[in-house]
C-alpha cells in the first residue's frame, strides 16, 4: 500500500481562507495526510475547529504552545511534511517570507524544514502588481519555492483582476500529480543558455535582438520537473528565475561564452538556446557617441560561437542547439546542425506573432536520422516536449539498466566479441 504524502498546510490571513477547509478535504481524497497550521490573522477569517473536522488532526497555531513545544514541536512538524503548502499566501505572508522572518509557527516551520514550499497566493490585484510585492515574490522564487497562482477574476472587494487564489480542486490536483517527464533526467547535469545578449557600443547604446529568454527558461523549468541539475546562464531578461534552478546573469557575448566554459565540465547535457549576438563591435567608445548629422559606421566582428566551441571540444556534453529563422527553416536548420556538429537542434519560424514576444512557440526537432515536429502551444509545454526527445537521445547515465543494456549491445557487436564467437561455433 502506498505511504499517504504529508502536506502541512499554512493558512494566512484572507477572505480566501474560507476555501481552505475543501482544500483539506480535496487533498484527502487524494491520498494526502494533512496537518493545518494556522496564523493568527487566518483565525480571524475561519476557526482552527473547522480544519480540525475536516483534516481529523487538531490545529497547530501557536509558536509558544507549551505542551507541543516541550518536545520542540515546530522543529517535529518541519521535519514530518514532505511539502508545505501555503494557501491562502497573503501579501504579509509572503513579505516575511521573503525577509527570513521567524516570528509566528507557520513562519517559523518554513525556515526550518527542508521539504519544499508552495504557495498559492490570495490577494487585491494592486496588492499583486506592487513593486514591493513582486520584488518579494521574486526573492522567494529566486529561493526554489513555488507559486500555484494567482488567476484572474472577481474578488471580494469588487475588482476584477489577477490575486484570485486557484479554487481548491486545482491546487490539491497541482500539488500531488507527478511533474511532467518525472525521472527522464534524474541526476543528471543540464548547462543551459538563454535569452538575448547585449553588445555595448558605448556607455548608453548597445546591439541586441528581440529574445525575452522565454523559451529557454521554459526549457530549464521542464528540466528541473524532470529531475536534472539546471545551471541556467541568461543573458539580460526580466524574467524571474525557475524553481530550483542555478542562475548565472551575464550581458555580452563574451561573458556568456566565459561563464558557459567555466561550467560546462561539469554537464553531461548543454542547450544552447539563448540568442547570441552573431557580431560585435571591434571597438567599444569610451564616450556617448554624439549625434552630428553625419552617417556613422560600425566596425563589427564575429562574436564567440558558444554553441560550436563547446561541440568542438574533446570531452564534451550532448549538445542541443537553437535555430531560429524567418525562412527555409529545416533546411537551415539541418545546415547548422551539420556545420557545428551538434548532436540535435530545435528549429523555430521566428516574426509573424510566434516565438519572439509572445507566450507560444512550435518547433522542429532535428537530429542525425531524425525528426519529431511539436505542435504550438504555450513554451512551457513545447519545452516539456522537447526534453522527453532530448531524454531518448541522450547517452544513458553510467550505472543505469539502460547504460548497462547499451554497454553489452556494444560489446557484442565488436570484432572481437564477433571473432570469438566464431571460434566458440568452431
Not at 496564523?39 to 473536522?53: E, G
Request: charged letters at 25%.
Amino acid at each position: 500500500m502506498t505511504p499517504k504524502k504529508r502536506v502541512l498546510l499554512g493558512v494566512t490571513g484572507g477572505i480566501a481562507a474560507y476555501k481552505s477547509p475543501d482544500l483539506v478535504r480535496r487533498l484527502i481524497e487524494r491520498g494526502a495526510d494533512v496537518q493545518v497550521v494556522m496564523t493568527a490573522s487566518a483565525q480571524k477569517f475561519v476557526s482552527p475547529l473547522s480544519f480540525q473536522a475536516v483534516s481529523g488532526r487538531p490545529v497547530r497555531t501557536d509558536l509558544w504552545d507549551g505542551a507541543a513545544e516541550a518536545a520542540m514541536g515546530h522543529i517535529e512538524l518541519a521535519r514530518w511534511a514532505e511539502v508545505v503548502l501555503i494557501a491562502p499566501a497573503s501579501a504579509d505572508f509572503i513579505a516575511r517570507l521573503a525577509g527570513g522572518r521567524a516570528d509566528d509557527l507557520l513562519s517559523t516551520l518554513c525556515l526550518a524544514t527542508e521539504a519544499p514550499i508552495v504557495l498559492a497566493p490570495a490577494m487585491n490585484r494592486v496588492m499583486w502588481a506592487n513593486k514591493a510585492t513582486q520584488a518579494n515574490v521574486e526573492t522567494i522564487v529566486s529561493r526554489g519555492m513555488r507559486l500555484f497562482g494567482p488567476e484572474s477574476g472577481n474578488q471580494a472587494c469588487g475588482d476584477v483582476g489577477l490575486g484570485r487564489m486557484l479554487e481548491p480542486a486545482r491546487l490539491a490536483e497541482n500539488l500531488l500529480e507527478a511533474p511532467p517527464n518525472a525521472g527522464l533526467l534524474a541526476g543528471r547535469q543540464l548547462l543551459i543558455t538563454a535569452g538575448p545578449t547585449r553588445e555595448r557600443l558605448d556607455p548608453v547604446r548597445y546591439l541586441t535582438n528581440r529574445s525575452s529568454g522565454k523559451m529557454g527558461f521554459a526549457v530549464a523549468a521542464a528540466a528541473r520537473e524532470a529531475g536534472a541539475h539546471v545551471t541556467l546562464v541568461t543573458g539580460p531578461v526580466n524574467l524571474p528565475t525557475p524553481p530550483g534552478v542555478t542562475r548565472i546573469d551575464v550581458e555580452s557575448a563574451r561573458e556568456m561564452h566565459a561563464a558557459v566554459h567555466r561550467h560546462v565540465a561539469a554537464a553531461d547535457l548543454f542547450i544552447a538556446a539563448a540568442a547570441v549576438a552573431d557580431f560585435q563591435p571591434v571597438q567599444v567608445a569610451k564616450q556617448k557617441i554624439k549625434k552630428q548629422g553625419l552617417a556613422v559606421k560600425l566596425d563589427l566582428e564575429p562574436a564567440p560561437d558558444i554553441v560550436k566551441s563547446v561541440a568542438d571540444m574533446a570531452k564534451r556534453p550532448f549538445v542541443v542547439g537553437f535555430a531560429a529563422e524567418t525562412n527555409d527553416v529545416e533546411e537551415n536548420a539541418r545546415s547548422k546542425m551539420k556545420r557545428k556538429k551538434l548532436d540535435m537542434i530545435a528549429a523555430n519560424q521566428v516574426g509573424d506573432g510566434i516565438a519572439f514576444d509572445c507566450e507560444d512557440n512550435a518547433l522542429t526537432v532535428i537530429w542525425p536520422g531524425g525528426k519529431a515536429d511539436i505542435a504550438r502551444a504555450p513554451k512551457i509545454d513545447v519545452a516539456r516536449e522537447l526534453i522527453a526527445l532530448i531524454a531518448k537521445r541522450m547517452p544513458p547515465a553510467p550505472g543505469t539498466a539502460r547504460h548497462s543494456a547499451r554497454k553489452r549491445r556494444a560489446a557484442a557487436a565488436s570484432p572481437r566479441s564477433r571473432s570469438r564467437s566464431r571460434r566458440a561455433r568452431l
